[in-house]
């Protein structure tokens, strides 16, 4: 039927006004900023960077690969990459972003930086009150100001957050056993060749005589 869409619209919203006035549930607005809506897991705004433990610097996850700046559409991501390395969470010798910048004027919050960050060192925050009025350094977000620690990210998205924490877990449950077996497989190879008894030098060959001469001359 011609409208029939915009007559189904009508009535939800007709429900939802009535209903606003019996019961909270039907309130599709709340009264900001003295009321704040509860907060969505699932929602996004800009970036941040993650750190694991009590040192932003040395927790740091991101080892500036520069995946996210060259996949960002819109190009607001700049990474520099340290000479240096410092180790990661498995103790891996990696690179670090010596700055790492956003800018979130130009940023469209399309999230494409945290699906091909292979480190999970990414993330969406949910902060929206960012409102300055210098259009230019205020909304440059450096690296200082993009870095939280992981107990933050788990306290806006506590299901992801949980999830990346296991597989982190896991990648380094695997390379610290593989290290294990490499050093007990070491450390047996020396024994077994410590313990192997040693053969003695083979006996040199006696010298050849040399042959004795020929008789020269003799009687016809």
Known sequence: MLGEGILKGLAET????????????????????????EHIEASRVFPFLVYDGPDAFAG???????ICEKECPPKCIYIEKSKD????????????????DIDISVCMSCQI???????????????FEMATD???????????????????YHSIHPTEATEVDGRLAEEKAKVEAKAKAAAEAAAAKAAAEAAAPKTAAPAAAPAAKPDAPKPTGGAE
């Open 85 to 100: 390395k410092k180790p990661d969470y498995v103790g891996k010798p990696q690179n670090y972003p010596v700055r790492f």
């Open 14 to 37: 007709a429900k939802n006004f009535a209903g606003s006035y019996v019961s909270k549930e039907r309130l599709t607005t709340v009264q900001y900023p003295e009321e704040r809506a």
């Open 60 to 66: 740091m996850r991101c080892v500036s690969c520069q």
């Open 134 to 152: 210098n259009r230019f350094g205020g909304l440059l977000l450096d690296r200082e100001k993009l870095l939280k620690s992981n107990e933050y």
């Open 113 to 127: 930086c945290v699906e091909v960050c292979p480190f999970d060192a990414i993330k969406m925050d949910s902060v």
